[in-house]
């Protein structure tokens, strides 16, 4: 009998606490709706985005892709909450990640292989 009084008292004591965090997570997801909306729809749809999904270093490249090639004007701070917004909401499926993620490290590794392999063959000549 104590213990469900004690645990009452501690949840209704916690409740608005709870209710704010709740209420300030949609305020941030609702400006982060919006900022996307009047960022992104700018140039494009927002179906071109919207059936879209990607892992967050593919959505940062993308993001990324908008502002450097074609010009998108994000103010100081706006870049990371849409890149984190579509992240959260626009979540790769695990095979697509997966391709993503080769796709990402492929070159690189294709690159400090050839870096090996220049050095190594340099060294035998000299």
């Not at 892709?65 to 074609?70: D, F, K, T, V």
């Not at 706006?78 to 993620?101: G, K, Q, T």
């Amino acid at each position: 009998m104590k213990t469900g009084v004690v645990t009452s008292f501690i949840f209704l004591f916690m409740l608005p606490f709870f209710c704010e965090v709740i209420a300030q997570e949609e305020e941030r997801e609702m400006a982060a709706a919006q900022l996307i909306e009047a960022r992104c729809t700018k140039c494009h749809e927002n179906s071109n985005y919207i059936d879209k999904t990607h892992t967050r270093p593919v959505w940062t490249l993308v993001v990324l892709r908008m502002q450097i090639l074609n010009g998108a004007n994000f103010k100081r701070g706006e870049r990371a909450i849409i890149i984190d917004y579509l992240a959260e909401r626009r979540p790769a499926p695990l095979i697509l990640a997966v391709a993503e993620f080769f796709a990402l490290i492929l070159p690189i590794l294709f690159f400090l292989i050839s870096i090996i392999y220049y050095c190594g063959k340099r060294s035998k000549k000299g």
